[in-house]
């Protein structure tokens, strides 16, 4: 039984079933990939774990406790945390304030009126979001603005926001999507550290094979809405079906 | 708290941290400067207000006069607590009139069933407009953006509507229709006594007003504008309190990316709710202290109008900025009533000096925008200020700041909240 459940999933886009009957089980603390061609629904998967999407059909539940029908704020204090495809970060607002949210968010839950605390005398708070910020050598720019930042940068803020949660599960979506080599193989360097310096589950979407075949300890193929096959990297390297649908695409 | 680590951060010798740890009264030095400019200003308004003598021709733009010095600091707390929801959430309200109104009817309500001291008609105009911002907003923060406005709108017309003619009929009259909710001899006045026949704080009537005549200057002190003065020192540091701290850290993220925000764990709508009830808890005093000032509430203070002007203010002042709502709703308020006053032969007396007929066509020009045309004028100047200054006067008074001291270090102290308005245009 994984840490994640997901069964005889379904979803469907008016006429377009974005997915059918998708089954996933992510073992604990391990690095599980989920590649696909593009429009396969891996995104489609990632909102229904989430709370972005309800699937229509099936169920998706989390350390033995369903996720449907919670809200995001409810599934992320769960202890799953997600990184877009996209990087979704504060951009009004300076980097130490972008990491100390997830930490208020942990610690005083999805809700609290703290509204004559002074924010920087929150020593815990602020001693928490600048290890953070050291830990992903972002300290130096802890005064910028987020929105000014390179877009490795906002990409590597979000990853920090998200571990500041100290999540169980960490989803991302295509965190390599536009970036230069040098960027992807930082951020590899970065996923590579985040797994092997604490427990920690997680789930990538990912185009890249190179991103893919470095990290992940299993693999779901996607095609189509549905599942094609799960195995290890080393399989599904070798795997004609997968070569057939997916592999052979990216290859010329 | 003090579970100090061995762990000490690299960061704690920059310097935004160390002015964090030295505080007074819960303020950076920054913001306790700027707490003391603003008791400063109100304290000596009375002076600031009045530079010219009062057998002058420019008499007339003097502003330290009781009545207008009262509305100054009644609608800057109008306009910090709008600043609260709007500046930081970015959710632009556009019924904070009706706040303001049943704040108003409150108080006199006070008046009519307790007696004519202002400190239960305060309370209760706060208790009774937090309670209807928690009703209007519960409803209204189901929306954002657009319908969020619309939806507010909506609710403050219909408490207009209700204050105007619904609830005034004979058999249940609870505002008086359009003569407007007043005090009558006949009024129970329970716990009145032989006190003043005037809205007074513990005996001092609020109209009471010291005169000090020096050489051709009056210059006015009134009891009710320093007791205005004072709750808008406390509200305008209780605002800066919340804007420094976790949750206004909040409010600003709602604003910046709320969808970043659901996906980290927290959720959004009580923030958003607490906001729009503080908010309208401060209009809601600020109603209270209109009455309070002069005990007659009307229907129009719930009108439309009434809510696009706080909404002016802010803007014009500077969204987001602590002081910028403050400074708009003085320059508003001074506009309304002192260019409104210039009529066509205060022109022809300024141009008399010029040829006739160049008097005549300058005066035919200037006209239009002054008197009853200076909306005209405050339309133009909100444009301009839209268009060159989003930040507001806030902005402008950094840019002339930074113009002085280019040379110097350290910048305005409200250039991150001014700058931050502009990151977000
Ligand atoms: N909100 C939506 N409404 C309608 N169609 C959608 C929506 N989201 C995704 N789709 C469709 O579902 C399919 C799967 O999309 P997606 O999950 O984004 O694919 P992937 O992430 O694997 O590239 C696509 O054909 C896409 O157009
Ligand atoms: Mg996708």
């Known amino acids: 039984m994984g840490i994640l459940e997901v069964k005889n999933v379904g979803k469907r886009f008016g006429g377009l079933h974005a997915l059918s009957d998708v089954n996933l089980s992510v073992a604990e603390n391990s690095v599980h990939a989920i590649i696909g061609p593009n429009g396969a629904g891996k995104s489609t998967l990632l909102n229904c774990l989430v709370g972005k999407l309800i699937p229509d059909t099936g169920s998706v539940s989390f350390d033995g406790q369903s996720v449907l029908g919670r809200k995001p704020h409810e599934i992320n204090q769960m202890g799953i945390s997600r990184v877009f495809q996209t990087p979704e970060i504060f951009g009004d607002l300076t980097v130490l304030e972008n990491m100390m949210i997830p930490c208020l968010a942990r610690r005083d839950g999805a809700f609290a009126l703290h509204g004559y605390r002074a924010m920087m005398r929150d020593r815990e708070i602020v001693d928490r979001a600048e290890h953070m910020l050291e830990d992903m050598h972002m300290i130096d720019k802890r005064g910028m603005h987020a929105a000014s930042m390179s877009r490795g940068d906002k990409r590597r803020l979000e990853i920090a926001m998200c571990l500041a949660q100290q999540p169980r599960l960490l989803l991302l979506d295509e965190p390599t999507a536009g970036m230069a080599r040098a960027d992807t193989n930082n951020t590899i360097e970065l996923l590579k550290h985040i797994k092997d310096s604490r427990p920690i589950t997680i789930a990538i979407i990912e185009h890249d094979m190179h991103v893919v075949f470095s990290l992940a300890e299993r693999i779901t193929v996607l095609a189509q809405g549905t599942p094609l096959v799960e195995d290890t990297p080393d399989n599904i390297k070798g795997h004609p079906k997968v070569r057939e649908a997916y592999l052979g695409e990216t290859e010329h | ?425």
């Open chain 2, 1 to 425: 708290m003090t579970d100090q680590t061995d762990y000490t951060p690299v960061a704690a010798q920059l310097p935004s941290r160390r002015a964090a740890r030295d505080t007074i009264l819960g303020l950076t030095r920054k913001d306790f400067g700027l707490l003391t400019v603003v008791i400063a200003l109100t304290m000596l308004a009375p002076f600031l207000l009045n530079p010219f003598p009062s057998n002058s021709a420019m008499a007339q733009f003097n502003a330290g006069y009781p009545d207008l010095m009262q509305r100054f600091v009644i609608f800057g707390i109008f306009a910090i607590g709008f600043n609260i929801l709007f500046g930081l959430t970015g959710y632009l309200s556009f019924g904070h009139a009706a706040f303001l109104g049943v704040g108003s009817y409150s108080c006199v309500w006070m008046f009519k069933l307790l007696g004519y001291n202002v400190l239960p008609g305060i309370l209760l105009a706060i208790v009774v407009s937090g309670l209807f911002a928690l009703l209007i907003g519960y409803i209204s923060l189901r929306r954002s953006g657009i319908y969020f406005s619309i939806l507010t709108l909506a609710f403050a017309q219909m408490s207009f509507a209700l204050a105007y003619s619904v609830l005034s009929n004979p058999s249940f009259n609870l505002t008086n229709g359009e003569t407007g909710l007043q005090v009558y001899t006949n009024d129970p006045q329970w716990l009145q006594g032989d006190g003043p026949r005037a809205p007074h704080i513990f005996g001092l009537a609020m109209r009471e007003t010291e005169t000090l005549s020096v050489g051709a200057w009056n210059f006015q002190f009134n009891a009710g504008y320093y007791l205005c003065a004072v709750v808008m020192i406390i509200c305008f540091y209780l605002s800066v309190r919340l804007f420094r701290s976790p949750f206004g850290m909040m409010l600003r993220a709602v604003k910046s990316n709320q969808q970043r925000l659901n996906y980290t764990g927290v959720n959004a709508r009580p923030y958003t709710l607490a906001a729009f009830v503080i908010s309208g808890m401060y209009a809601g005093l600020a109603g209270g202290l209109l009455s309070a000032m002069d005990p007659l509430a009307g229907a129009e203070r719930m009108q439309w109008t009434a809510s696009g002007e706080v909404v002016l203010m802010t803007i014009l002042g500077g969204a987001g900025t602590l002081i910028g709502p403050v400074l708009g709703a003085g320059f508003i308020k001074y506009f309304e009533n002192i260019f409104s006053k210039i009529n066509e032969s205060t022109l022809h007396a300024w141009f008399a000096f010029l040829p006739d007929g160049l008097e005549d066509a300058l005066v035919a020009i200037v006209y239009p925008f002054v008197g009853k045309g200076w909306h005209l004028t405050l339309g133009l100047l909100f444009m301009l200020v839209v268009i060159f200054l989003p930040g507001g006067l806030v902005q402008g008074g950094n840019k002339m700041a930074t113009i002085f001291r280019r040379d110097r270090k350290g910048g305005g102290v409200e250039d991150d909240a001014a700058a931050q308005r502009q990151a977000g245009e």
